[in-house]
Nanobody, 121 residues
Framework: QVQLLESGGGLVQAGGSLRLSCTAS????????MGWYRQAPGKQRDLVAT???????NYAESVKGRFTISRVNAENTVYLQMNSLKPEDTAVYYC???????????????WGRGTQVTVSS
């Protein structure tokens, strides 16, 4: 069974840094894309950053220049380095992946359970 396991959330003061990690486990044929999304209370889940298997990245405008996404394909792991954090970055951060499990012939979306990031002012 495929799972996405996140770690690295926590409480940090404004201007501080956190690093999130997410590893996909299980019998996986291939991973097309991995990334991070966030959801603040009362708001929809939004894209933060994604990276394809070829290394193409995409960032939300609000995090460009502050967050960096990276991926280790051999380990099915994606990282999100978050610097210069702001109170408005406070949210539950979810890892997402588009991957093909061994039980299917097509790629499907998978999600982690989320990790809380709280930035105090």
């Amino acid at each position: 069974q495929v799972q996405l396991l996140e770690s690295g959330g926590g409480l940090v003061q404004a201007g501080g840094s956190l690093r999130l990690s997410c590893t996909a486990s299980g019998r996986i044929i291939s991973i097309t894309k991995m990334g991070w999304y966030r959801q603040a209370p009362g708001k929809q889940r939004d894209l933060v950053a994604t990276v394809t298997s070829g290394g193409v990245t995409n960032y939300a405008e609000s995090v460009k220049g502050r967050f960096t996404i990276s991926r280790v394909n051999a380990e099915n792991t994606v990282y999100l380095q978050m610097n210069s954090l702001k109170p408005e970055d406070t949210a539950v951060y979810y890892c997402g992946a588009v991957l093909t499990p061994h039980t299917a012939d097509y790629a499907t979306d998978y999600w982690g359970r989320g990790t809380q990031v709280t930035v105090s002012s």
